[in-house]
């Protein structure tokens, strides 16, 4: 049952990527950001070819940096609570990574460098941490805490 809902709770992070309908940006670049709330934070950059980044927070203090170069690259943050950090870094060509989290005083961090690598993070509560590094090719994981 826990296994069932690990692979539930990590599609729908990353069913989050596929389906937002972000603006275009240089390069073919896709940028969705979404705020509400009080003193949130988003930083980052997109270097190479077609990259996509949807962010949404809600709450305050909540602060989601994203880097992606390569191509076809797909992150997507979505914070809610407070003082919550996402840190996502990618590498490479068609990597996928989505991080939820809900309560305060989380933290996600993720590092993608190779193809087709792809990470789901849900944290709900507060006080949770995750750290992801994924090398090479095909690597999947996912996190679930509560």
Not at 110 to 139: F, L, M, P, T
């Amino acid at each position: 049952m826990f296994l069932a809902k690990t692979f539930k709770a990590a599609s729908v992070v990353l069913m989050i990527t596929a389906t937002a309908a972000p603006a275009l940006a240089g390069g073919g670049h896709q940028i969705w950001i979404e705020q509400y709330g009080a003193n949130n934070q988003i930083g980052g950059g997109q270097s190479g070819y077609r990259q996509s980044l949807t962010v949404i927070q809600d709450g305050q203090s909540n602060i989601s940096i994203n880097t992606q170069d390569g191509r076809r690259n797909s992150a997507a943050v979505g914070q809610a609570g407070f003082n919550n950090f996402a840190d996502t870094d990618q590498l490479g060509r068609w990597n996928s990574v989505g991080v939820s989290q809900i309560g305060s005083n989380n933290g996600a961090i993720v590092r993608q460098n190779g193809r087709r690598n792809a990470a789901a993070i849900v944290q709900n509560g507060d006080d949770n941490s995750a750290a992801v590094q994924q090398n090479g090719s095909n690597n999947t994981v996912a996190i679930v805490q509560n």
